[in-house]
T-cell receptor
Framework: KQEVTQIPAALSVPEGENLVLNCSFTDSAIYNLQWFRQDPGKGLTSLLLIQSSQREQTSGRLNASLDKSSGRSTLYIAASQPGDSATYLCAVTERNSWGKLQFGAGTQVVVTP | ETGVTQSPTHLIKTRGQQVTLRCSSQSGHNTVSWYQQALGQGPQFIFQYYREEENGRGNFPPRFSGLQFPNYSSELNVNALELDDSALYLC???????????FGPGTRLTVL
């Protein structure tokens, strides 16, 4: 059974510092991995999607890497800003799973001015 | 291009009642998935509809049921509400079952 873990559960950094968020999964037979952002009480905003054949994806200040063999993904956010404060969730799509997303519990990030 | 929308935003029900939540998928998307998110947890997959058929289901009892309409909008119905059904219900649409999923703002359900 696939388990997705995100450590730490919460993180506080000063503005300008780079953020490093970790995601691990137990079964490497994934189709893709997505990173999401969630503001309190709101829906999910897709940040990056990495296909299983890819090693990384980049969008602006965001970069996500994927090491399928070790069951890890890392989301890097460069030069953090107070507006980056949110909960970040990763989710994997397993093969033969109807495309359902299996989520971690998220990392709550606070960027202090 | 219109994103995923959900209605209502909030609702309050009492135990034993029934509720219907609605989702309009992003234009052109033929797949809708529903998720339940309890406070402080990641979303849990309820089920998925692809071209009006239930395509997959998570570990939720039969009192959770759904529909997808020809325009690919969808409903989630929950019968015999329990206190533990209190959660944020999210729907996500995609073009095909393995493609990137785009989420709506959610419906916050409170069961008293």
């Amino acid at each position: 059974k696939q388990e997705v873990t995100q450590i730490p559960a919460a993180l506080s950094v000063p503005e300008g510092e780079n953020l490093v968020l970790n995601c691990s999964f137990t079964d490497s037979a994934i189709y893709n991995l997505q990173w999401f952002r969630q503001d309190p009480g709101k829906g999910l905003t897709s940040l990056l999607l990495i296909q299983s054949s890819q090693r990384e994806q980049t969008s602006g200040r965001l970069n996500a890497s994927l090491d399928k063999s070790s069951g890890r993904s890392t989301l890097y956010i460069a030069a953090s800003q107070p507006g980056d404060s949110a909960t970040y969730l990763c989710a994997v799509t397993e093969r033969n799973s109807w495309g359902k997303l299996q989520f971690g519990a998220g990392t709550q990030v606070v960027v202090t001015p | 291009e219109t994103g995923v929308t959900q209605s209502p935003t909030h609702l309050i029900k009492t135990r034993g009642q029934q509720v219907t939540l609605r989702c309009s998928s992003q234009s052109g998307h033929n797949t809708v998935s529903w998720y339940q998110q309890a406070l402080g947890q990641g979303p849990q997959f309820i089920f998925q509809y692809y071209r009006e058929e239930e395509n997959g289901r998570g570990n939720f009892p039969p009192r959770f049921s759904g529909l997808q309409f020809p325009n690919y909008s969808s409903e989630l119905n929950v019968n015999a509400l329990e206190l533990d059904d209190s959660a944020l219900y999210l729907c996500a649409s995609s073009l095909g079952i393995y493609n990137e999923q785009f989420f709506g703002p959610g419906t916050r359900l409170t069961v008293l």
